[in-house]
Structures are given as structure tokens and as C-alpha cells.
């Protein structure tokens, strides 16, 4: 290690108190972070690349500083999709120290792990105060029944008004109307059940069938239209 002359020329002084660092909670215990492997606990960071074309979430189980799960959700980009499947082949495996600073593809998902990293170096991941956190695997329970994120699409205009696409409980089929014309419900078709019927030998229509759905005043409906075509 090299010294400048000026602090070559200083006397030496003492410090006097060490105060150790702040302890930060992990998985119900309080801990005095030295190491990166001091850091346990499941969280989730959200980032954008810089035109903000589309943005990932990052779902990370961190045991012992080490990544055992990975859970990456993306939207409104599509080439962000594919970066995301490298990225889940990448980062587990890794520290947290290692994974925030590896290329993680695309730029919303390396924001993402930055936003994440913090929680966790602060102390602020979801297990913070959950004794032991969570089992591997939580992050995959995250999706619920047919394992698929959950995605919301909407639009509107001034002259139209609005149109749902698709709601966190599945692709929807119909709006219903009431006599103002105003939404008073939906219908939709869970398409990780669909999908996982087909799977299993249930003809496709019988399965978008037993698949649907309906949320809020659906069966009042004075009319009811098609979002994507009406």
C-alpha cells in the first residue's frame, strides 16, 4: 500500500471507540454484516432500461449470500424476454455482490438486481423479520395456479374510452355494459388452466371453457362487447 508524503509526515493518533456496523434484520435474526454471505432472505426489485421501453421484476431466495432462486418477469419489451431467459441461466449460483455485477443482458434487468441488491444489504427484504425466510421455490409460488405472471393490459382513448385487455385473472373475452355504457364487469379465460388442460388431453374449446371466468356485475350486463374489436 502506498501513503502520500503528507501522510507519511503525520503523527500517529488513536480513533478511539470501533463501533461495529449497524446491525440489519435477515430471516428474524439480527445480524452485523462483515461478509456478502451474512445475507439471507427472498425479495424483489423492479428496473427499466433507459428509454424505458419495457421493465423487469427480479424475484431473488438468497441463502448464505448465495442466489438459489431466480424469478424473472418481464413486460412491454420483446426482446427483453429473451434476455431474461439468459439471465435465469446467469445469476443463480452467484453472490449477490457477483450478481450485481454481472451482465445480466438487458439494462432493466441489471437496475433490477441494483434496486434488489439494496434491499438486501439494508436490511429491507420482504423475510427480514420471517424467522428462517422462505423455502426454495417461493418465488415459483409467486405465480399461483398455471404459472404465469401477473399481467395487466389496458387501454382507453378520448373518443372510445377505455378497453381491458387482460386482468391478473386472465385474458378477457367480454366487457359487460350497463344502459350508460359504463364497464360493470368482464369475462376472462385463465390461460395457464387452459394450457394446462390442453396439456393433460382435454379438447382446446372444452378447455377455454372450463377455463372462464367472470369478475363484478357480469350477469347484469344490458350488453356486452368484445374489448379487442368492438
Not at 29 to 51: F, L, M, Q, Y
Not at 150 to 175: C, F, S
Amino acid at each position: 500500500m502506498q501513503y502520500s508524503s503528507e501522510v507519511q509526515n503525520m503523527c500517529p493518533l488513536q480513533r478511539g471507540p470501533h463501533h461495529a456496523s449497524s446491525p440489519i434484520p435477515v430471516e428474524g435474526r439480527w445480524v452485523n454484516p462483515k461478509d456478502v454471505i451474512a445475507i439471507s432472505g427472498v425479495s424483489h426489485g423492479v428496473g427499466t432500461c433507459a428509454p424505458q421501453q419495457g421493465a423487469a421484476k427480479l424475484t431473488l431466495n438468497v441463502k448464505n449470500g448465495i442466489i438459489e432462486e431466480a424469478l424473472i418477469e418481464t413486460i412491454g419489451c420483446s426482446g427483453m424476454t429473451h434476455s431474461a431467459a439468459m439471465a435465469s441461466e446467469l445469476i443463480t449460483g452467484k453472490t449477490i455482490l457477483e450478481a450485481l455485477n454481472t451482465d445480466l443482458v438487458c439494462d432493466a434487468i441489471n437496475v433490477a438486481m441494483r434496486e434488489i441488491f439494496l434491499q438486501y444489504v439494508y436490511g429491507r427484504t420482504q423475510t427480514a423479520f420471517s424467522l428462517d425466510g422462505l423455502p426454495i421455490g417461493a418465488g415459483l409460488e409467486d405465480l399461483g395456479k398455471g404459472l404465469r405472471s401477473q399481467v395487466g393490459t389496458h387501454y382507453g382513448t378520448r373518443a372510445k374510452g377505455p378497453r381491458y385487455m387482460e386482468m391478473a385473472e386472465g385474458y378477457i373475452t367480454q366487457l359487460a355494459l350497463d344502459d350508460n355504457d359504463e364497464i360493470i364487469g368482464y369475462q376472462f379465460v385463465n390461460l395457464g388452466k387452459m394450457m394446462e388442460a390442453i396439456g393433460k388431453g382435454v379438447p382446446a374449446e372444452q378447455a377455454m371453457t372450463e377455463a372462464k371466468g367472470q369478475y363484478g356485475r357480469f350477469d347484469e350486463a344490458v350488453r356486452t362487447i368484445d374489448p379487442r374489436h368492438e
